[in-house]
Nanobody, 124 residues
Framework: QVQLVESGGGLVQAGGSLRLSCAAS????????MGWFRQAPGKERQFVAA????????YTSDSVKGRFTISRDNAKNTVYLQMNSLKPEDTAVYYC?????????????????WGQGTQVTVSS
């Protein structure tokens, strides 16, 4: 089993920044890829970004490219999502997820473990 705990969400004004963290524990050696997703009320869960533990290959959604950056600290088993130039449409619950396969997935069904989510609210 793998446990994921997100932190760093909150309320921020448009144009501001937040950094989300996702601490992984348990059988983390079994995971290859970490991803961030978000889900706004009444909408489907949306891929934001993903990174491979080994080699650091990164994939970022076009909707956040240039504003959000995913990174990882292998020594701490932690993945980060730096969010800059936030917009009201970025408001959502942000989830961290872990994938047991080597290939990077961009669908929620591609991931095997999920955190509880952290709320990000961007006011206009």
């Amino acid at each position: 089993q793998v446990q994921l705990v997100e932190s760093g969400g909150g309320l921020v004004q448009a144009g501001g920044s937040l950094r989300l963290s996702c601490a992984a524990s348990g059988r983390t050696f079994s995971t290859y890829v970490m991803g961030w997703f978000r889900q706004a009320p009444g909408k489907e869960r949306q891929f934001v970004a993903a990174i491979r533990w080994s080699g650091g290959k990164i994939y970022t959604s076009d909707s956040v490219k240039g504003r959000f950056t995913i990174s990882r600290d292998n020594a701490k088993n932690t993945v980060y999502l730096q969010m800059n130039s936030l917009k009201p449409e970025d408001t959502a619950v942000y989830y961290c997820a872990a994938r047991l396969e080597y290939s990077v997935g961009q669908m929620a069904d591609d991931y095997d473990y999920w955190g509880q989510g952290t709320q990000v609210t961007v006011s206009s």
